[in-house]
């Protein structure tokens, strides 16, 4: 191979790590291209070049752009890293062991034995004898047991699950978010902070704007698929969009091939319901700006924070950038609407904060974690 290796400053690097990379490159190529093709070993041969980043040594930037240059698919790579490093690093299992088992398998039960290691070995028997068909449902109707373990556990907790005239409390309610929605008071509430998921009813927008109070902040977290939906509920008298905050990922997923482009952030639609004035020609305008921007320093409109995911939900959202949210659009002991609760990370930003919340989650399952994260929380 002639290759021409430097670093980021023009000089060359040592013999001993070019050496190396090549040497890597060139067994990869072998396993690959090999009939009896052993994932496991190239799996190894990728953490190898991962852990000490030799896909720079080897002429590239990225090693997406390096592995798509071998033909290994940029998900089954990262697919087999994971499973090394788990099994046969973390476990310290030979890869003998593990030769009988398809891949697929493997990263299959990856999640479950990571939550808890003490089945491993069941799940791997399991992985040997079963189709990979009947292992899925296997696994299905395990994860649903779990789930019913949380939602039927009993808990103590001051959080309210209903809605009461005569309380203050915090409340998380639980059930079809229309029914939910519209059963809420009007203009009673001062944020409306929301993540939508995939495919939701644009017209629930309309119901979260009823509940929000004259000169209410609203931020609406969505992408590029459903901006145009949410768009269009925003787009009605006493609805003011003053800005899209951009959060830029740190990390981002890769994708399946150089023919795509990674998802590397998120918009967040932010405004306000602005009161409306009624002009001499008899036409509505609306009054403002009432956009609140609570900020110790100046700040532009993309904010970069590392995704994080720790009670495993696909909306999680960093709690460093709900913090920033939260100060910049509240005040202490206003009350946020949090519909698509998710995980919980609104609410218990919010409690931390001094902050009132009213969430809504459909899901039994979440919707006890919520209660769980929330519940441990400590006002500052």
Not at 115 to 123: A, E, I, M, T, V
């Amino acid at each position: 191979m002639n290759k021409k290796i430097t670093v980021s400053s023009g000089t060359p690097l040592s013999n001993k790590r070019a050496n190396r990379a090549f040497d890597l490159e060139k067994k990869l190529v072998v396993k690959k291209e090999s009939i009896n093709l052993n994932f496991l070993e190239i799996g190894k041969i990728l953490s190898e070049i991962k852990v000490d980043r030799l896909h720079v040594e080897l002429g590239f930037d990225n090693i997406t752009d390096w592995l798509s240059t071998l033909g290994i698919s940029v998900r089954m790579a990262w697919y087999l890293i994971a499973v090394h490093e788990f099994f046969v690093v973390d476990k310290k299992m030979t890869t003998s062991a593990l030769k009988d088992i398809d891949i697929t398998k493997l990263f299959d039960i990856l999640p479950v034995v990571k939550k808890d290691k003490n089945k491993l070995g069941d799940w791997l028997d399991k992985a040997k004898v079963l189709r990979t068909t009947d292992l899925r449902k296997e696994l299905k109707e395990f994860k649903l047991a779990e789930a019913r373990k949380v939602i039927d556990e009993p808990i103590d907790t001051d959080i309210e699950t209903e809605v009461k005239d005569n309380s203050d409390k915090n409340v998380i309610l639980c059930g079809d978010m229309y029914k939910q929605l519209k059963s809420l008071k009007e203009e009673s509430v001062d944020v409306v902070i929301a993540t939508p998921p995939k495919n939701f009813n644009f017209g629930l927008v309309y119901w979260m704007l009823k509940t929000l109070k004259k000169n209410g902040q609203m931020l609406f977290f969505t992408d590029e698929k459903s901006i145009f939906g949410v768009l269009s509920e925003l787009a009605r008298p006493g609805v003011r969009l003053s800005r899209v905050v951009v959060w830029k990922k740190t990390r981002f997923s890769k994708p399946a091939s150089l023919n795509e482009l990674g998802h590397e952030h998120e918009l967040i639609l932010y405004g306000s319901k602005c009161p409306l004035l009624a002009t001499r020609k008899g036409k509505m305008m609306k009054v403002g700006p009432v956009v609140k921007y609570n900020l110790t320093e100046f700040r532009g409109d993309v904010w970069e924070y590392e995704p994080k995911i720790k009670f495993g939900h696909d909306d999680e959202k960093p709690v460093a950038l709900l913090e920033e949210l939260i100060e910049m659009s509240t005040e202490p002991n206003d009350l946020i609407l949090n519909p698509f609760s998710g995980s919980g990370g609104v609410l218990a930003t919010a409690k931390r904060l001094g902050r009132r919340f009213l969430g809504v989650e459909e899901d039994k399952y979440w919707h006890k974690i919520c209660l769980k994260r929330v519940d441990d929380v400590k006002p500052l």
